[in-house]
């Protein structure tokens, strides 16, 4: 196990400005190399910003993070565009380029490896190419290759977002909710896709999910939040009810039944 | 005015090749101008837009001096060009072109800054510099905008175009100041249809065009 590619996170907290309840406080976890790790929690609980802190989108007041043996928050200019593409991304909204096909939006994936030139005039090498075929074949979408993104289902797209991380080629994937916006059926097809493409390749992800159905079967191992602190932090195989209550119970006890709504 | 129009017709068809030639001189301008406004404006509009350059620094300098060139009508740009460069529609188009230009990147930016946020980070987020995000995940999103707003401008110039000649800036306006000078009424007459066809005829196409955009 190289310490190159994993995620540490140590005592990240975060408030947002206006704000007397810190969003984050205290959450330390480390990721080993090639483990898929699902982050669980109700609304609210922290799991956005915990993501938005991983990708230096929201900047801690505390802590550290250091994803594949990089801080990128110690790095600025070419060094933090050269950790950042170790980093894939995964997102709730999918954000592909709409009016690029599936093909040129799993290409981008490739634009942090070369040149300006290339990306300016949109000529990548054919082994460039190539391997966006291939990604794109992995997702089941190489019938769709040449289709507008925003002519796709919202479960293509997102199936397109995973071959535009698997061109990118890192050894660590970060999603946000990745399936939040896809119906259940699709939403399961699509993070076994996830999770088999990272069995393959030995990637280690880290995706928030609020379904405990979804993430005990995606993940080797489940953490949760809550109000912004981790309060679970167990194998999936072994999360239990109490875990469950953990994360999801009211802090007040539930009314009585027969209580009108 | 009634008497003007009576002595006006019918028109005056002796000058038509002129006239007509002036009329294209007209369009010209605008399309040259419109052009040479619309690269400076693709070049300098993510300078002016917040969402790209968050650097306030760089950005704020470059909305003044846009909102300048935007402040200083085409008309007076030609006056000044005619002044330093000469008579002629070079002085004409570089009238156009500045104004225009400060217009045009103004309205770029705006777009740009209303463009979702999503597919940008993502690009950034891959480790691509700022010009290849530009590139690869904006442009292609906001090119049909931006096509719109170029049309547009260029309908806006077409009109503003047909009056630089009074002032020696090129195109058929010339032929209309002489026209009116000499009290030759049948033959402004014919300017004007011309310019009203010529108007009409930009403004429907490019509308034709701005539809199928997007």
Not at chain 1, 192 to 217: K, M
Request: charged share 20%.
């Amino acid at each position: 196990m190289s310490p190159s590619s994993s995620i540490r996170v140590a005592g990240l907290g975060y408030t947002y400005p206006g704000y007397a309840v810190p969003a984050l406080a205290e959450v330390s976890f480390e990721v080993a190399p090639g483990e898929v790790v699902a982050v669980l929690g109700p609304s609210g609980a922290g799991k956005t910003t915990l993501f938005r802190c991983l990708t230096q989108l929201v900047d801690p007041d505390e802590g550290t993070v250091e994803l594949a043996g990089r801080r990128p928050a110690e790095l600025d200019g070419r060094e933090l565009r050269l950790a950042r593409r170790e980093v894939g991304l995964i997102f709730q909204q999918f954000n592909l380029v709409r009016r690029l096909t599936a093909q040129g939006n799993v290409l981008a994936g490739r634009l942090g490896h070369l040149s300006t030139w290339r990306v300016l005039l949109r000529r990548f090498p054919a082994a460039d190419r190539e391997l966006a075929g291939v990604c794109l074949a992995r997702v089941g979408l190489s019938d769709q290759a040449d289709q507008r993104a925003d002519r796709l289902s919202g479960g293509q797209q997102q199936r397109v977002a995973i071959a535009r991380v698997l061109a990118q080629q890192s050894s660590l994937v970060l999603a946000d909710e990745p399936v939040a916006s896809l119906d259940p059926e699709t939403a399961t097809s699509v993070l076994d896709i996830l999770r088999d493409v990272a069995r393959e390749r030995d990637i280690t992800v880290l995706s928030s999910l609020h379904q405990i159905d979804l993430a005990t079967r995606f993940a080797d191992r489940v953490l949760g939040l809550r109000a912004g602190r981790l309060v679970v932090d167990k194998p999936a195989e072994a999360f239990d009810d109490t875990d469950y209550g953990l994360i999801f119970a009211s802090p007040t006890p539930a009314p009585p039944s027969g209580t009108p709504a | 005015m009634a008497n003007w129009a009576g002595r006006a017709w019918p028109p005056s068809t002796a000058d038509l090749g002129l006239l007509l030639l002036r009329a294209a001189e007209t369009f010209a301008i605008a399309l040259v101008g419109t052009t040479l406004a619309g690269i400076l404006a693709l070049a300098s509009c993510t300078l002016a837009a917040r969402n790209i350059t968050t650097n306030g620094f760089l950005r704020l300098p470059t909305r003044w001096f846009l909102n300048t060139l935007r402040g200083i009508d085409s008309f007076v740009f030609a006056i000044l060009f005619v002044a330093a460069v000469g008579l002629g529609p070079f002085a004409g188009v570089l009238g156009v072109a500045l104004h225009t230009w400060g217009s045009m990147a103004k309205l770029f930016a705006e777009t740009i800054e209303d463009m979702p946020a999503g597919p940008l980070d993502a690009a950034r987020l891959t480790g691509a510099s700022r010009v290849k995000v530009v590139s690869y995940a904006l442009v292609p999103d906001a090119l049909p905008g931006l096509s719109s707003i170029a049309l547009y401008m260029l309908e806006f110039n077409v009109r503003t175009s047909t009056v630089l000649g009074i002032v020696g800036a090129g195109g058929i306006g010339l032929e209309l100041k002489n026209s009116l000078d000499l009290l030759n009424f049948p033959r402004l007459a014919t300017v004007i249809l011309i310019i009203l066809a010529m108007v009409t005829l930009v403004d429907q196409i490019s509308a034709r065009l701005r539809r199928h955009l997007g």
